[in-house]
């Protein structure tokens, strides 16, 4: 007989592990959550999120869930035998945690317990780490805090934030139904988390992206650069204001100007951005402006 299972969603990482699922004979998908249309666009028009119109074009049942008692009344509506979380922004509650007989999985972009939280793909770039880790845990009430049950190792070194969410995102459909096989026929050892090692990240703002190359090195800037693409994006603290970094490398260059940065450490910038000007050849904004990256 087929396992049932609840997906819940909202951005597109979490399509190709719907489709997945979907497309395997083994399970069945008796229902994917998310939450109401929102509006997007300077017009506003109210737009479904990602794994609301691929659950439609796959004709699997969607049910919107903006709230935990929404939440409850839907596993209370829909039996199921396990639930799968992806990028999904609600905390599910005790009770519900509970009533699926193999529980609610999440799937969390770490190594967890390292960074535990809402950025942990841009926190590892941030802190230069060459590899990260998909992993599926069992949720419980605490933050990403529950059983380890499968993990798969990937390298992020000279990747950005989108490019390693797009790889991470086929990476996951394509280990589920490995982890769906082993899981489900109790083959998989949970292994408790050891809370001493655990660290934790939050959401970013706009200005975590605003730096002063006399206070971070080369490497540092480098590291936000990747980590903050598309959003916010990196900005230097120049006499001239904010100055956007749209293109910069380690790696020296003829087409890009030096940045000295802390500890004698040089960036090659490429291509720079004005507040409210088109991107522009770093080396032509320089010949006209020799002094725009002057720090304040």
């Known amino acids: 007989m087929k396992k049932k299972i609840l997906f819940f969603g909202t951005p597109h990482i979490a399509v190709p592990s719907l489709q997945a699922i979907a497309h395997n004979s083994a399970y069945e998908i008796v229902g994917v959550g998310v939450f109401s249309d929102k509006p997007v666009g300077r017009k506003q028009i109210l737009t479904p999120c990602a794994v609301k119109t691929a659950a439609l074009d796959l004709n699997l049942p969607v049910f919107e869930v903006n709230t935990k008692k929404e939440l409850k009344a839907l596993f209370k509506k829909v039996e199921c035998d396990l639930a799968i979380v992806i990028a999904f922004g609600l905390i599910f509650p005790p009770s519900v945690l509970s009533t699926p007989p193999l529980g609610v999985v999440n799937v969390h972009f770490s190594d967890l317990p390292k960074y535990r939280g809402a950025s942990p793909v841009q926190a590892a770039i941030i802190n230069g780490d060459t590899q990260s880790v998909i992993t599926w845990q069992r949720m419980v009430s605490a933050l990403d805090a529950g059983d380890i049950l499968w993990k798969t190792t990937h390298q992020i070194e000279h990747l950005n934030t989108l490019q390693t969410w797009e790889n991470f995102a086929v990476y996951t459909a394509d280990n589920f139904g490995k982890f769906l096989d082993a899981y489900t026929q109790g083959k998989i050892t949970p292994v408790q988390q050891i809370e001493a090692e655990a660290t934790f990240c939050g959401k970013f703002e706009k200005e975590d992206g605003h730096l002063a190359a006399s206070e971070h090195s080369a490497e540092q800037i480098y590291n936000y650069w990747r980590a903050f693409q598309p959003w916010p994006g990196v900005s230097l603290i120049t006499k001239s204001g904010l100055i956007k970094l749209i293109k910069v490398s380690l790696d020296p260059s003829n087409d890009a100007v030096i940045l000295n940065c802390k500890n004698r450490t040089q960036l090659w910038v490429n291509e720079l951005q004005i507040p ?20 304040a």
Do not use: C, I, N, R
């Open 276 to 295: 409210g000007k088109k991107p522009q050849s770093a080396t032509v904004m320089l010949s006209h402006q020799p002094d725009l990256l002057a720090s």
